[in-house]
């Protein structure tokens, strides 16, 4: 009886083994070969390239003055910069987090592969070195590098660095901020002062004039608005890009896999802060083609029916909808009554 029951187990128990699929051989020569495929599977966003694999020693060099001048500008070019002082004191990394290379914010992945192009704000064709001054003169509120000098062609390099593992044309994924919804109601700058005074104030100030180091050469924490802050030309003067800004990255901590603020948190706080006293740049060449401003930019004239204030707090939803047909129409694939 023993011995059946020992069959009986056995003949299934063989039979299994038997037909078990062969585990494939891997030679250890294809292991690197591996690595990489299983890196690639899982890469779900743009990598900045490694600075320390740049063979040609003057190369590597002008790169790595490249990313100082990002990370500290305020020592080489705040007021009491270094090099020159033509700069209010803030860091390029204040808004191009870990030196432009952090995900949704702000990165520089894509800057190489899609310069020079188009912008409808200037209604031209612009270069890197125009991207660039742009901030110095927005939201460094200062005054532009010279295009030939050595601190923006190291600037210039270290971007172009960032981008080489990025095809020609093509966008980086998460290069720029991640999209956002528009509430169904205006953002509240009253809700956001009290997310602000929760979240943010304590790095900022209650004054959002935020923290100098020790030497006063640069912001540990920098301004978000007074005199030494952005102006009011500057891209996060818009509320939605401050918004996605903050809603991943911000407070300390935060990331866009796990943010702390809520969307009406993120959209109420940039709201606050937006809505304080920021440094004003007279710009009256700016969007010449009014259509194409976008629905939140602050300052009119504008194409459409819709308030200044509308335009600056929403609701966004009606702003963008009304876009939306203007740009049918003008394809041709809608009635053209608005």
């Known amino acids: 009886m023993l011995v059946l029951i020992v069959i009986i187990i056995a003949l299934p128990l063989g039979y299994y083994l038997i037909n078990l699929p062969k585990t494939p051989k891997i030679k250890l020569a294809d292991t690197p070969a591996l690595i990489a495929e299983v890196k690639t599977a899982f890469q779900e966003f743009w990598i900045a390239p490694d600075i320390s694999t740049i ?60 310069y020079p192009k188009f912008r409808a704000r200037s209604g031209t064709e612009e270069g890197v070195e125009k991207r660039v001054n742009d901030c110095f ?15 923006m062609k190291a600037i210039v390099a270290y971007i172009s660095f960032l981008g080489s593992n990025v095809k020609k044309g093509e966008k980086a994924a998460g290069s720029g901020f991640r999209d956002m919804a528009y509430l169904d109601r205006a953002v509240d700058p009253e809700k956001g002062k009290a997310v602000y005074t929760s979240k943010c104030q304590s790095c ?10 020790p030497d006063k050469t640069e912001y540990t924490f920098p301004p978000l608005w007074g005199k030494n802050s952005y102006n009011d030309g500057a891209g996060l003067y818009r509320i939605s890009n401050f918004a996605k800004y903050v809603k991943d990255n911000m407070p300390q901590g935060a990331t866009y ?33 009014k259509s194409k401003k976008p629905v939140d930019h602050p300052f009119g004239p504008y194409s459409d029916k819709f308030t200044e204030q509308q335009h600056k707090y929403g609701p966004f939803k009606p702003i963008a909808e009304e876009q939306k047909k203007r740009a049918e129409v003008a394809k041709g694939n809608a009635p053209s009554k608005i």
């Open 55 to 114: 063979s040609d020693a003057k190369q590597k060099s002008e790169v790595e003055y490249g990313k100082e001048l990002i990370a500290h500008t305020a020592k080489y070019l705040g007021p009491n910069g270094s090099v020159r002082q033509i700069s209010n004191g803030m860091n390029c990394q204040n808004c191009h987090l870990k030196a432009g290379t952090a995900v949704f914010a702000n990165n520089y992945g894509s800057v190489a592969s899609l």
């Open 257 to 289: 896999e796990n943010p702390i603020l809520s969307d009406e948190e993120a959209w109420d706080v940039a709201a606050y802060v937006n809505s304080q006293t920021h440094p004003h740049i007279n710009v009256p060449k700016d969007w010449p083609d």
């Open 204 to 213: 900022h100030q209650s004054d959002g004039s935020g923290i100098l180091n």
């Open 137 to 151: 003169e927005r939201s460094l509120n200062g005054s532009a590098l010279d295009t030939e000098s050595k601190e």
